[in-house]
Every structure is written in structure tokens, then in C-alpha cells.
């Protein structure tokens, strides 16, 4: 158990990187975004599967635990599904960094309720982060691609939902013997939410129409999404909401920054250097933490 807490900062990590390329991949598919929904709810599965085998089926079925687990699934998954939205009206580049600044109500939130605290040189951690975060909202040239400024309020619920979500996920692990639980519960979530997503995209085409092949290549970037909530519910276990939220999410457009560096020869701009740098010293910082 000891050894474990000292991996909160590795965890976090795991969930910059795997939410770094699906961030960059999320919108590079023909499927319609509610089939997008289902895809990455039943990817939740494997990895549900995985964190009861790790508890040996011992699923924590006591109600507190169980309700506050279903609403971090709740949020997380009716933010998921608003997100598509967003996707519909606006491209990724747009969209993904404006949620990203989610963890400003985290941290409101941890601090006044949780009333968790971290040491001066997390202070900085965070500051740096919150830089990266601004660095990356910030619009660029590319801004006009939007046709509708509809995707900033989907964007903005969003940034509430997963904003709460992770508060409530700290509230869920400190009220359950294990994180695998906690997991679970986010899984049955999004897979109760499956017929919602269905009946928002009536009328559109569904996976068969653009053939197995695109719905297996859409599955395994949504599995990253999955495997990054895994590791957060980790890392949240282990570590501060406060912390672990604008870490994570300070990282992984840092990440999308890269790959579109290497796959598409794009030029970082001076605030998204500056966001990569801000970004960089708050994962050396905290790894001091």
C-alpha cells in the first residue's frame, strides 16, 4: 500500500499520455459522434473487467460508496457525451483545450470542501500548470474553422461536468476500500447512458455503414480514454484532487501538441511553447512532491 502512494505521480502520467493521443485522434473518424459514444462506453468494459479481477470480484456494493462512485461515472460519461457535441460544431484543436481548464473547479472545490493543502513548491506545481492550461485555450488563426459558436456551450458543460467529476471521485475513493470499485461503477455508468447516445443519434448512420474496419480503429483510440479514467481513479486514491487534476490535464495538450508536431509538420505557436514549457516544469515539480 505504501509503495503504491508514491506512484500517484506515475498514474497521473499514464493518464497525460493515454488522454494526450485520444485527444489528438478523438475527431479523426467518419463515424457519427453518438456511435463514437457507445464505442468508447463498451471500451470501458475491458478495463472494468480488469479492476474486478484485481479485487477478485470483490465489488464494493454499500450504498455511499456506490452512489457517489455512479455519479463520477454520471458526470464523467454525460460530459463525454456532451463533448461529441461540441465535436460536432467545432474541431478538437477548438475544443479540448477550453475543457482542459476543467481543474480550476477542482480545485476550488478540493480546497474549500477537502480542504486539502499542498506545500509551497506545489503552489508553484499548480500555478505552472494553470499556465499551460491558458496557454493552450488561448485561440489561434485557426479559429474561423468553427461555424457555430454553439460548441462553446457544450465545451462549457463539459468543463463543469468533469470539473465536478473529479472532486467527486476523490469524495468516492475516500469512501471505498479500493479505487477498482470506484472504476466499476464509471464503467456501468457509461454503459447505462449507451441508450441516450442512441436515441441522440436517431436517424444517423450507424458502425456498420462505414464498415467494422473504422469502429475497430475508432475502439482503440477510445480505449486510451478508458485507460487514462483508470489510472485517474489511481492517482486520485493516492493524491490530491487539487494536484492530480490540473497536472493531468495541463499534460495531455502537450501531448496532442507533439503528435501534430510530428504527423502534420505544425508549428507550435509562442503561447503553446511557453504552455509545453510551463507544462514540463509542473511534472518535474511534482515529482519532487
Known amino acids: 500500500m505504501t509503495q503504491k502512494k508514491h506512484n500517484w505521480l506515475l498514474y497521473a502520467i499514464i493518464t497525460m499520455v493515454t488522454w494526450g493521443v485520444w485527444g489528438a485522434f478523438s475527431d479523426q473518424t467518419t463515424l457519427p459522434k453518438t456511435m463514437v459514444y457507445v464505442i468508447w462506453a463498451l471500451s470501458m468494459i475491458p478495463c472494468a473487467i480488469a479492476a474486478l479481477a484485481n479485487i477478485k470480484f470483490k465489488l464494493d456494493v454499500r450504498t455511499k460508496p456506490a452512489l457517489l462512485s455512479l455519479a463520477v461515472g454520471l458526470l464523467g460519461a454525460g460530459g463525454q457525451l456532451v463533448l461529441f457535441l461540441a465535436l460536432d460544431y467545432a474541431p478538437a484543436y477548438l475544443v479540448m483545450p477550453m475543457i482542459s481548464v476543467a481543474p480550476i473547479v477542482t480545485v476550488l472545490l478540493s480546497a474549500t470542501v477537502l480542504k486539502e493543502k499542498v506545500s509551497k513548491l506545489g503552489v508553484l506545481g499548480i500555478a505552472l500548470a494553470f499556465v499551460a492550461l491558458i496557454c493552450f485555450a488561448l485561440p489561434d488563426s485557426k479559429d474561423g474553422a468553427a461555424t457555430s459558436r454553439i460548441w462553446i456551450l457544450f465545451a462549457s458543460i463539459v468543463f463543469i461536468c468533469w470539473g465536478v467529476q473529479a472532486f467527486v471521485m476523490k469524495l468516492a475513493n475516500n469512501n471505498t476500500p479500493d479505487a477498482e470499485s470506484v472504476f466499476v461503477y464509471m464503467a456501468i ?18 458502425v456498420l455503414a462505414d464498415g467494422w474496419g473504422e469502429a ?15 489510472t485517474l481513479v489511481y492517482a486520485n486514491r493516492y493524491g490530491k484532487a487539487m494536484v492530480i487534476a490540473p497536472l493531468a490535464d495541463a499534460c495531455a495538450p502537450v501531448i496532442m501538441c507533439i503528435i501534430s508536431l510530428l504527423l502534420y509538420a505544425a508549428v507550435p505557436t509562442v503561447p503553446q511553447i511557453i504552455g509545453i514549457v510551463a507544462a514540463i516544469s509542473c511534472v518535474l515539480i511534482f515529482s519532487r512532491e
Do not use: S
Not at 454503459?191 to 448512420?205: C, E, H, R, S, W
Not at 475497430?216 to 487514462?228: P, T
Open 189 to 206: 455508468a457509461a454503459v447505462l447512458l449507451i441508450p441516450v447516445a442512441l436515441l441522440m443519434g436517431k436517424g444517423q448512420n450507424n
Open 216 to 230: 475497430a480503429k475508432v475502439f482503440g483510440v477510445q480505449i486510451l480514454n478508458a485507460i487514462g479514467a483508470f
